[in-house]
């Protein structure tokens, strides 16, 4: 692997000292040095990335093009990665632009979103944007008391509201737009015995998944 940067070092001209300096916070970022000396051929697909990532930033460039920069990577790896992309952002003030399939990444990295379908844009904006503007539908999951066999929830029929009972698990999806939280957890407390609650807003994924499905 050092030899390759040796060669990336000639062909983009960047002065020794300027190298020095640059495999420095190279190392320091992408966590280089457990194989830096290692074979090409040697190293993991986690590693391969990260000397990859090294290699396109050598020469300070302004703009960076990521390709699916975390895929097939076991989470602990993509975490660093994401971390290592975030601050060479925040840092060095280079642009990047990435393409991905893990909404992870984009939720963690992304200060802008620039959604295409076969084409034409469905959306441009933040992510808080999307949430604010398409994930209006929130999720609450009950965990009943034994011993109730009815399923009386005032919410059975409500316009806007799904009511799903598995045994003693039960879960309400509603606008949150028309319908306060705290209203949906009081009816819910008169109408069953509660031992537990979590509530859940619309994830980054299902709201993707709704906009190809031409449901937004």
């Given amino acids: 692997m050092q030899e390759t940067y040796l060669v990336l070092k000639e062909i983009y001209d960047v002065p020794d000292a300027a190298f020095r300096k640059r495999m420095g916070f190279l190392n320091e970022v ?66 990047i632009v990435l393409t991905t399939h893990d909404l992870d990444d984009i939720e963690q990295l992304c200060h802008r979103i620039f959604m295409i379908d076969k084409g034409q844009e469905i959306f441009d904006g933040t992510v808080t944007q999307l949430k604010e503007r398409f994930g209006k539908s929130k999720t609450i999951s009950f965990e009943l008391k034994p011993g ?24 309400i999806q509603y606008d949150s737009s028309r319908y306060q939280t705290a209203e949906i957890i009081q009816q819910t407390l ?26 937004l």
């Fill in 30 to 95: 992408l966590d280089l040095q457990d194989f830096i000396k290692d074979p090409v051929r040697t190293l993991s697909l986690g590693q391969r990335m990260r000397a990859d990532i090294a290699a396109a930033l050598l020469h300070s460039p302004k703009v960076l093009f990521l390709d699916e920069p975390t895929i097939g990577l076991d989470v602990s790896v993509k975490d660093n990665i994401r971390k290592a992309i975030a601050q060479i952002n925040q840092e060095e003030e280079t642009t």
């Fill in 148 to 171: 109730q066999e009815s399923f009386d929830s005032h919410f059975v029929n409500a316009p806007d509201i799904q009511v799903t009972r598995k045994e003693l698990m039960l879960e």
């Fill in 190 to 215: 008169s109408d069953f015995e509660i031992r537990d609650l979590k509530m859940a807003d619309t994830n980054i994924e299902e709201i993707v998944r709704r906009f190809y499905r031409k449901e």
